[in-house]
């Protein structure tokens, strides 16, 4: 799949949690050139939650409260500190079809 700016990305996984809580994994190997770039990747995060995590979990019990977006350059094991793999997060809260940016 392409994001916003054209930069390819897969899916590594995606994970529940406890509350309806879930967390979507890309990989995106140019994502430092997605970082370069804000404005491509605030849609880009956008897009992840609103055109990929929302419609893979339409069935999901418990139903999406929030949606955690992260995006890596190359997989990584979740919860394992890889401190040289650059790496960003964006959580949002969900409302019906719609995600909405939760700034930290």
Do not use: H, K
């Not at 897009?47 to 418990?62: E, G, K, N, Q, Y």
Request: hydrophobic share 50%; charged share 15%; net charge negative.
């Amino acid at each position: 799949m392409a994001l916003p700016g054209g930069q390819p990305a897969s899916i590594l996984e995606t994970l529940a949690e406890e509350g309806g809580v879930y967390r979507l994994r890309l990989v995106v190997p140019a994502l430092a050139d997605l970082v370069g770039a804000p404005a491509d990747l605030s849609a880009a995060m956008d897009m992840a939650c609103t055109d990929i995590a929302l419609p893979a979990l339409a069935d999901a019990a418990p139903a999406p409260a929030r949606i955690v977006v992260s995006m890596s350059e190359i997989p990584t094991e979740f919860g394992i500190a890889n401190p040289g793999v650059l790496q960003v997060f964006e959580a949002y809260t969900v409302d019906g079809d719609r995600c909405i940016w939760e700034p930290f």
